[in-house]
């Protein structure tokens, strides 16, 4: 176990959890980043326009996709005026569906997709500072922006291939780009009960796959130094496809600051050290994500592997053979550290989560590495791709079974 007691000595480590404390506690406000501001108040806004600056993602309730925009102007009833600031923004299904396979609407008047770079306007109202599409007046990307507009295709390609593979496509859409529109709303609830939420969740988990398949080739070429830039790429091109979560971004600055460490030959700082960096990083970046349930679970769970593995390692190393031993530790610190956090975002904590990761996580770190071979197979050998879903979809059968029985663990419950 690290000794906080030596740990605290280090300005930037105490510094962070003195703001952890004032903020959670909520003795400190979080500020609120690129606040809406114009002369007509959000009360009166009828009609707002401006740029797409996050990928929609699905509601819970699955009416809606939320996506953030950031202003050049509004409207009232009876004039115009310019706008600053980056609100949420709550699209209908239909309308952002309205391209997806096997999602056609008949209502839907999309003119473009929606996505990162999207110029938009619409109707609608403010209600607590976020913005309520009633409808879409235009969207478009335009042809001038080629890497946004590249990315946009790039990914509703992507979702088609996947759909094409059925469920099986659906999960591995999620794994990958973080899109849910085609994961079962039965086999998410399935991953929660089950507390592997965090698989579902872009992380850590997923940039490490990507880094390592680039170490791979890195290490053919035989220049550290070279291995490392390729990792920091390879890591970047799958966050700018994937788009910004608070989980994957807290991932991102961490596995960036240790590569970046390697590159320019410094020694390396610890894991607590890099966790804390990573912490003040992003509350500059985006201070709404200090509320968010992924951004406070993702480090709550790393911050307890740091603090507490090396100790539960050493107990399950008595019992069990160390790989094992490896996992459990792990899923164990990540449970503890959390609970608090748990009980209060969601009322309830899942203790299987321990155990349910040591099964459950192998497989799908198998599943993302074929599922991404299969894709590549397909591209260039067309037949292919019905073979990738026959082997996708028995791989999904097996994890989809396996979560579906520690799911029927029942959580513990706090009313």
């Given at each position: 176990m690290v000794r906080l007691s030596e740990k605290l000595q280090n300005p930037l480590i105490l510094s962070v959890l003195i703001s952890v404390l004032l903020i959670y506690s909520r003795f400190s406000k979080i500020p609120v980043k690129n606040p809406y501001f114009s002369l007509i108040k959000e009360s009166k806004v009828k009609i707002i326009s401006g740029e797409v600056v996050s990928s929609p993602s699905k509601t819970r309730n699955g009416k809606y996709y939320l996506s953030k925009v950031l202003l050049g102007e509004v409207q009232d009833s009876h004039v115009s005026a310019e706008a600053t600031g980056i609100v949420n923004m709550y699209i209908p299904s239909e309308y952002i569906e309205s391209f997806f396979p096997g999602r056609v609407y008949s209502e839907g008047k999309a003119s473009s997709i929606v996505e990162t770079g999207t110029k938009i306007s619409c109707k609608g109202s403010f209600s607590n500072s976020a913005f309520f599409v009633s409808e879409v007046i235009r969207s478009d990307i335009s042809e001038k922006n080629k890497i946004r507009l590249i990315r946009a295709k790039g990914r509703l390609k992507f979702k088609r291939m996947m759909f094409s593979w059925g469920k099986?496509?659906?999960?591995?859409?999620?794994?990958?780009?973080?899109?849910?529109?085609?994961?079962?709303?039965?086999?998410?609830?399935?991953?929660?009960?089950?507390?592997?939420?965090?698989?579902?969740?872009?992380?850590?988990?997923?940039?490490?796959?990507?880094?390592?398949?680039?170490?791979?080739?890195?290490?053919?070429?035989?220049?550290?130094?070279?291995?490392?830039?390729?990792?920091?790429?390879?890591?970047?091109?799958?966050?700018?496809?994937?788009?910004?979560?608070?989980?994957?971004?807290?991932?991102?600055?961490?596995?960036?600051?240790?590569?970046?460490?390697?590159?320019?030959?410094?020694?390396?700082?610890?894991?607590?050290?890099?966790?804390?960096?990573?912490?003040?990083?992003?509350?500059?970046?985006?201070?709404?994500?200090?509320?968010?349930?992924?951004?406070?679970?993702?480090?709550?769970?790393?911050?307890?592997?740091?603090?507490?593995?090396?100790?539960?390692?050493?107990?399950?190393?008595?019992?069990?053979?160390?790989?094992?031993?490896?996992?459990?530790?792990?899923?164990?610190?990540?449970?503890?550290?959390?609970?608090?956090?748990?009980?209060?975002?969601?009322?309830?904590?899942?203790?299987?989560?321990?155990?349910?990761?040591?099964?459950?996580?192998?497989?799908?770190?198998?599943?993302?590495?074929?599922?991404?071979?299969?894709?590549?197979?397909?591209?260039?050998?067309?037949?292919?791709?019905?073979?990738?879903?026959?082997?996708?979809?028995?791989?999904?059968?097996?994890?989809?079974?396996?979560?579906?029985?520690?799911?029927?663990?029942?959580?513990?419950?706090?009313?």
């Amino acid at each position: 176990m690290v000794r906080l007691s030596e740990k605290l000595q280090n300005p930037l480590i105490l510094s962070v959890l003195i703001s952890v404390l004032l903020i959670y506690s909520r003795f400190s406000k979080i500020p609120v980043k690129n606040p809406y501001f114009s002369l007509i108040k959000e009360s009166k806004v009828k009609i707002i326009s401006g740029e797409v600056v996050s990928s929609p993602s699905k509601t819970r309730n699955g009416k809606y996709y939320l996506s953030k925009v950031l202003l050049g102007e509004v409207q009232d009833s009876h004039v115009s005026a310019e706008a600053t600031g980056i609100v949420n923004m709550y699209i209908p299904s239909e309308y952002i569906e309205s391209f997806f396979p096997g999602r056609v609407y008949s209502e839907g008047k999309a003119s473009s997709i929606v996505e990162t770079g999207t110029k938009i306007s619409c109707k609608g109202s403010f209600s607590n500072s976020a913005f309520f599409v009633s409808e879409v007046i235009r969207s478009d990307i335009s042809e001038k922006n080629k890497i946004r507009l590249i990315r946009a295709k790039g990914r509703l390609k992507f979702k088609r291939m996947m759909f094409s593979w059925g469920k099986a496509g659906g999960l591995l859409l999620a794994l990958l780009s973080g899109a849910r529109e085609y994961t079962e709303d039965e086999k998410s609830r399935n991953f929660r009960n089950a507390g592997l939420s965090h698989i579902l969740a872009l992380s850590g988990m997923h940039l490490s796959m990507f880094s390592g398949i680039a170490l791979f080739f890195g290490n053919r070429i035989g220049r550290k130094k070279i291995a490392l830039i390729l990792q920091l790429l390879s890591i970047s091109i799958f966050v700018w496809f994937a788009g910004f979560s608070p989980s994957l971004l807290r991932a991102f600055i961490c596995i960036s600051v240790i590569l970046f460490q390697g590159i320019i030959a410094v020694e390396k700082s610890d894991m607590l050290t890099v966790l804390c960096f990573s912490f003040f990083i992003q509350t500059v970046i985006s201070p709404g994500d200090l509320t968010n349930s992924g951004f406070i679970l993702s480090y709550g769970a790393l911050c307890g592997i740091v603090i507490t593995g090396e100790f539960f390692r050493k107990i399950y190393g008595l019992l069990i053979p160390g790989r094992i031993a490896d996992a459990l530790s792990a899923s164990t610190s990540a449970q503890i550290i959390t609970l608090p956090a748990s009980y209060k975002l969601f009322g309830m904590i899942t203790p299987v989560g321990i155990i349910s990761s040591v099964f459950v996580s192998p497989l799908i770190t198998v599943f993302i590495y074929s599922g991404l071979l299969l894709i590549l197979l397909g591209i260039l050998f067309q037949p292919l791709v019905g073979i990738g879903e026959i082997i996708m979809n028995i791989q999904y059968n097996l994890i989809s079974n396996l979560v579906g029985f520690f799911a029927r663990i029942p959580p513990v419950i706090f009313e």
